[in-house]
């Protein structure tokens, strides 16, 4: 309870207790003496018109304990000392005039008076006194809601008191319920039963459920093996597929390259038999010479050597052995055997000099070489009738398809035109055997 009073007009104010607003009593608030208060302290509810409630007796029991306690309290107020201050309460104080003009008697009668009806007040309720008029009417509002609940929750049970009644008057007695009753308890018993026997099915299921939880969390780990595992795999088989496709790819550019082989003439890529001007050539090697072009001898010997290995793999491909001689391969000096007489041998190369022009070995030497390509000549015509450009007799050629004269292939007692014309025409016999042999 929050109370001041005014040090000119004497008058005692409070401050309400839920706002904290300063409140201005009533005039007959002053007017308050001990009979007043004794028929405030007095009042009871009589006894006789009370609704026959135990809820409300014990309210009632209750109200009389609040009360005694109210007057306790207000019998410590009837002498107040000087200025004082609750310390407990800090929302409660009193204030007195420091003056000190006013007589002390009637103040604290009056206060006292005042302090004593609150008291009363708050005792017999919930609700904290004074209280300034707005908050009283919204106390006021929930008070009349709350009475209305509670008259609601009233009616509700006379109600269903009045239904329970009725039932007792419609015939039904209590046996009949209490039988009724005992079937009810059996039923429940069996209820019972069967949720016990259905509680332990469920802990069955739980179980099993467990169990199965356990086999889903092994067949997850074992999927998750089994995951890194296919994906190990299928990376292989990625890489064995993209392995796979560049073997198809290399496999398709060797057929590719097969084939152009196939269509390759081998030996006229490793002899390219060609002309050079008035020179027939052989791998780039000229054979012949003529007075404005000396050609070197290391040359030559070089042309006769790819000769003779050209003509000896026309015969060992057609499985040709020759006549009297034997071709013997040997580079830049390679020569021709005689059959007849083994220790002789005819060089295909030469040096040049004095030594050199009355040294017949090499015109020998050529002569052979020009009958052995006759033979390869004579063995391709009798297989199927092809015949070389250039007719070949006792070392000499035919020009056959120009002006018909011969020219001998030795090279002493003879010009080196016509010698080199000569070579020319036997390198072109020699290119045409190479494409019959080989396409």
């Known amino acids: 309870m929050n109370t001041k009073m005014t040090d000119k007009n004497q008058n005692v ?38 609704y026959s409630n135990p809820n409300l007796t014990a309210i009632n029991k209750l109200s009389d304990k609040l009360n005694e306690e109210a007057e306790e309290k207000t019998g410590n107020l009837l002498n107040p000392p000087t200025v004082k201050v609750d310390e407990e309460n800090s929302n409660s104080f009193t204030v007195i005039s420091e003056t000190n003009v006013m007589d002390t008697d009637c103040l604290g009668f009056r206060m006292t008076s005042i ?26 509002e929930t008070l009349n809601t709350e009475v209305k609940t509670l008259e609601n929750q009233t009616n509700s049970y006379r109600e269903y008191y009045q239904s329970l009644r009725s039932e007792e008057t419609n015939g ?17 018993g069996v209820i ?46 990625l890489e064995l597929e993209e392995n796979h496709l560049s073997v198809e790819r290399q496999l398709e550019e060797a057929e590719v390259e097969i084939k152009r082989l196939k269509k390759t003439n081998v030996f006229n890529a490793t002899f390219h038999i060609w002309h050079s001007g008035p020179f027939g050539t052989i791998n780039g090697f000229r054979l012949g010479r003529l007075p404005g072009a000396h050609i070197e001898w290391a040359e030559i010997n070089a ?12 015969a060992k491909k057609m499985q040709l052995k ?16 005689s059959l007849n007489d083994k220790s002789k041998e005819l060089p295909l190369y030469a040096s040049g000099g004095l030594r050199f022009l009355w040294d017949t070995k090499f015109d020998q030497g050529m002569i052979a070489f020009l009958d ?21 007799e006792n070392g000499k050629i035919e020009d056959t398809g120009g002006s018909g004269a011969s020219f001998s292939i030795k090279i002493q007692l003879n010009s080196e035109e016509q010698w080199t014309k000569a070579l020319k025409f036997m390198l072109t016999n020699l290119k045409w055997g190479q494409r019959y042999v080989y396409g």
């Open 13 to 50: 104010m409070f401050i309400c207790t839920r706002c904290k607003q300063l409140l201005k009593l009533d005039d007959s608030f002053h007017n308050l003496d001990e009979e007043d208060i004794e028929e405030y302290t007095k009042v009871k509810y009589d006894k006789e018109t009370e």
């Open 115 to 140: 302090v004593k009806v609150f008291d009363i007040l708050s005792g017999n309720t919930d609700i904290e006194h004074p209280l300034c008029e707005e908050c009283t009417d919204f106390m006021l």
């Open 172 to 188: 039904i007695s209590c046996g009949e319920l209490e039988k009724e009753i005992k079937a009810l308890e059996q039923e429940q």
């Open 192 to 237: 019972v039963k069967e949720l016990e026997g259905r509680e332990a099915e469920r802990m069955e299921v739980v179980k099993e459920i467990e169990i199965l939880e356990k086999e889903e969390e092994r067949l997850n780990k074992e999927k998750e093996k089994k995951t890194e595992e296919y994906n190990d795999l299928r990376l292989k088989q």
């Open 303 to 314: 042309a006769w050597g790819q000769s003779v290995l050209l003509l000896s793999s026309l």
């Open 322 to 337: 020759f006549n009297k001689f034997k071709l013997v391969p040997f580079g830049n000096q390679s020569y021709i055997e």
């Open 372 to 392: 052995c390509l006759q033979q390869f000549k004579d063995e391709v015509h009798r297989i199927n009738g092809f015949n070389l450009p250039y007719k070949m």
